[in-house]
């Protein structure tokens, strides 16, 4: 680990205004927030990242959870992965959620992590982490070791020719099944982007993971009010039952009308996209129909329809198949 500066923001406008003096706002960038430290930490550790300055956030006021004045939810970005699991209205209303962050890491970490590092979570490539390898995400125009390579874990939508990545975080996958809104304040000022536009695909910049540009800071999310009666379930499979990340999660938002159809639908993936990966084509598939198997399946089936596998990920496109299927009839059979 090289040597680094901290100091502590006192106020939002000051933290904002201390970033933006790095070089990029992501990977790579020289003045870097912190705040739980698990992921960041892990990373200056191994070289991966060499911040000059690191910004601490924790005694910023952006840790509550509170409900909104439209009947929706606020989560601070300081909230605690923890708290955030176990508050009585995302336990009550927001199940996906603290089913998915009670899924993710280990007790000691969620007590650490906050919602804002979470959704900005770096992936777990084995290049990545490994400063020997040839890395486009990490070092641009670098190569990628992993097409080719060991890949078991990474992505199967959303890759390109510069980077098989996949997004690790099980928060992230339950956030975009919930629509939720990423809260900034930057430079100029403060904006809200839907998570469907927060995260980018890698294209040919992989180093590029999100909308954020330096001085930018997640302040906090808003959940919207979801229809009476919505059913929502995470399901994780991985190959240990903890402290593991997800080859293939489902996170399902449903609904059905008094006849039984099924009216409100978010459908969302873990584990197979370079990005917490939402599925129209699934939701389309199920809008207006009765929760069948043979419907769960065919909606799995176009979810995964432009997957591409890698060398040794072929597997991930049948088992995230069927953790739609189980998912999907949970929810329904909670309705
Ligand atoms: Fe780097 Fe992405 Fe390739 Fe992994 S998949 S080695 S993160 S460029």
């Known amino acids: 680990m090289e040597l680094f500066e901290l100091v502590t923001a006192q106020t939002v406008p000051d933290a904002v205004k201390a970033q933006a003096k790095s070089s990029t706002a992501q990977n790579g960038a020289d003045v870097r927030f912190i705040a739980g430290g698990t992921n960041l930490i892990d990373y200056m550790k191994l070289n991966v990242e060499r911040p000059r300055q690191l910004i601490d956030i924790n005694g910023l006021p952006l840790d509550k959870i509170e409900k909104t004045a439209d009947g929706g939810l606020k989560v601070g970005a300081l909230a605690r992965n923890a708290d955030v699991a176990h508050d ?126 330096p001085g930018d800071l997640v302040t906090h999310l808003t959940l919207p009010k979801l229809p009476a009666g919505t059913q929502s379930v995470y399901l994780k499979l991985r190959d240990r039952a903890s402290y593991e990340f997800a080859l293939a999660s489902a996170a399902i938002v449903m609904k059905q009308d008094a006849g039984g159809k099924i009216d409100f639908i978010r459908v969302a993936m873990g584990g197979v996209g370079t990005k917490p990966w939402r599925s129209p084509e699934a939701e389309r598939a199920l809008l207006g129909k009765v929760p069948t198997p043979s419907n769960f399946r065919a909606a799995a089936e176009s979810a995964l329809h432009g997957a591409k596998p890698q060398s040794q990920n072929a597997f991930k496109v049948e088992l995230a198949k069927r953790c739609l299927v189980h998912a999907m009839g949970q929810a329904s059979q909670n309705a």
């Open 88 to 213: 009585p209205t995302v336990k009550s209303q927001y199940a996906v959620l603290s089913q998915a962050l009670l899924a993710g890491a280990s007790p000691q970490l969620r007590n650490m992590a906050t919602t804002g590092g979470n959704l900005l979570q770096k992936t777990r490539c084995v290049y990545y982490r490994d400063t020997a390898a040839s890395c486009n995400k990490r070092e641009p125009d670098s190569g990628c070791s992993a097409i080719g390579g060991y890949n078991r874990m990474l992505a199967i939508l959303g890759t390109s020719d510069h980077c098989i990545a996949s997004n690790p975080s099980d928060q992230n996958v339950a956030l975009v099944a919930l629509d939720a809104t990423v809260h900034i304040e930057g430079p100029k000022g403060q904006r809200t982007v839907s998570i469907a536009e927060f995260y980018l695909v890698p294209g040919s910049t992989p180093q590029r993971e999100t909308v954020l540009e």
